[in-house]
Each structure stands twice: as structure tokens, then as C-alpha cells.
């Protein structure tokens, strides 16, 4: 059986912002150095198969917007100005092993296969350790 490697990419939140768990977010505020991981995808969904595309993402976003996916912490999509067919996805884990046990789910398996009819092709995956992350902080923080 092939497994997925796709973590998760919320379009629903992603293009008005990001999806994330708070804690975990924050978390990373205090570290000088983050052991978080993910990947940067490109995909190119095929032509005329846009809102099918969006519409599967919006109906697998809830269990990661409810914290039911361990070490799950953002994803962010971007629909490209040029070609509105191609989309990068960055999505952020806690963990190496956070992510790996995502990738090997069989439900995020059966998630990813559901994207597979819709796609010109298989993602381009480029997966990897977070080790810099600059990002807004609440108001009082220090």
C-alpha cells in the first residue's frame, strides 16, 4: 500500500490566514531554536477542478482545526497570481515524529487519495526540520 506523505493543508483558513493551535504556537515564541518539521508542497490541480478541490478541503478540515490530529500545528496555502491551477502548501508539525505518524495514517491516506483525481500529477514534496520562525506576538508579549 502507498501511504500518503501530505500532512494536511487547510485551504478553508489558509487563504483568508492560518489555522493553528494556540499553545503550540506559542510554544515556539519562548524556543530559541524549534525542532518543528513539515513540508512545502506544489500541486497542480487540474483544469476546471477548482472548487471540487476546495470543496474536499473544506470537508477534511475538521479534524485538525479540532486538535484531533497530534502534533499538528498550521498550514498555509497559496493559490499562485500566474496560474491559479497551482497551489504551494506549507504545513507545520510539532515534530519529525508528528509528522511521520501523520504521513503513515491510513486516514490521512484515504484524505490524500481523494485529492489524488483532481491533480495533474502526484505533489512535488520538499519535506524538512523548521529552524527559523519569525511571526507576530500578541499584544504584552515581551
Known sequence: MVVSRLPYYSHKRAIRGCVFRHNEMNEFHEREKTNMYG??????????????????????????????????????????????????????????????ANAQNPEQDARYRQWLPLLEGEPEWHDGEIVDVYALRQPGQS
Open 39 to 100: 513540508t512545502v508542497a506544489r500541486i497542480r490541480v487540474k483544469m476546471g477542478m477548482e472548487s471540487q478541490f476546495r470543496q474536499i478541503i473544506k470537508e477534511q478540515t475538521r479534524p485538525f482545526e479540532a486538535g484531533q490530529v497530534p502534533g499538528f500545528v498550521a498550514s498555509y496555502g497559496y493559490r499562485m497570481d500566474a496560474d491559479p491551477n497551482e497551489y504551494y502548501l506549507a504545513v507545520v508539525f510539532a515534530s519529525k515524529e508528528a509528522y511521520w
